[in-house]
């Protein structure tokens, strides 16, 4: 992993911490999952990948997340969307390719209609999204809660969940849980007016392979592909998941060159 240290960007009194790389373009953004951060295996991946290639590539760590200052309880969608949509327009120039994994494809698909919003949308030339998990809080979520998890959330404004990837518990907050249903993106048709490549494990715990799909149909205008990995997972960190990652981004940044 790079020990390269970041700089930071001040919003509001929190620093977000960016790593970036310059090169050529159309550059790639990183957006990691949640309670994820900027040095994983997937982003070290393709900041190797863009060194090798003269690529520009930008990452960075959400508020409460990694190298960044502030508490993850304080933590939104929202918020995460503003960050990022701040760090894109101040360290990015050209068309880019958003790649999100997990809850980074939530905020991709986001920042896409805020972008769009502002007259920007041209400067999204492609999404790669891994394991995606778009409008998790609502979808994937909230129909699950127990009465234990309804009633913390009810008096103590959030619920710990045990997590297979840390030590430390998943909390989630009422502030994340009710800002997620202000957020939404798959509630009707997900217009993004660039190529998007899908990858999706068959045997995600996280993320269900159904969502992947109901996501995909929700894009009937976009020129989408979509890889099932038969015994992939919701990290796709393994070697051949990094191999099709790549491959993936290479693919998209062919058809936005072209």
């Known amino acids: 992993m790079t020990d390269t240290p970041p700089e ?17 373009g159309p550059g790639v953004v990183w957006l990691g ?32 997340h990694g190298e960044s200052g502030g508490r993850f309880a304080d933590g939104t969608i929202s918020k995460w969307l503003a960050e990022s949509l701040a760090v894109f327009r101040r360290f990015t120039t050209g068309p880019q390719i958003l790649v ?13 209609e805020e972008l769009r919003k502002a007259g920007e949308g041209e400067r999204i030339a492609g999404l790669v999204l891994l394991a995606p998990a778009p409008d998790f809080t609502v979808e994937l979520m909230e129909p699950e809660l127990g009465e234990t998890q309804r009633r913390d959330l009810l008096e103590k404004g959030y619920f710990e969940v045990p997590s297979d990837y840390s030590p430390e518990p998943y909390v989630y907050t009422r502030a994340l849980i009710e800002d997620g249903r202000a957020n939404r993106v798959m509630g009707g048709p997900i217009d993004t007016h660039c190529p998007v490549h899908v990858l999706q494990g068959l045997v995600d715990p996280d993320v269900p392979h159904t969502h992947a799909l109901k996501l995909v149909s929700l894009m009937p205008a976009d ?7 038969p015994d992939g997972d919701h990290r796709l960190s393994r070697p051949q998941d990094l191999d099709m990652l790549t491959r993936a981004v290479e693919a998209i940044s062919g058809q936005a060159a072209g």
């Open 33 to 64: 999952g949640f309670l994820s951060d900027m040095r994983g295996t997937k982003a070290e991946t393709l900041a190797g990948w863009a060194a090798r290639n003269g690529r520009a590539f930008v990452r960075h760590d959400y508020s409460g």
């Open 223 to 229: 020129d989408v592909t979509l890889s099932l990995i």
């Open 100 to 112: 999100g994994s997990s809850m980074g494809a939530w905020i991709a698909l986001r920042m896409i």
């Open 8 to 24: 930071f960007l001040d919003l509001d009194g929190t620093a977000i911490a960016v790593l970036r790389q310059d090169g050529t």
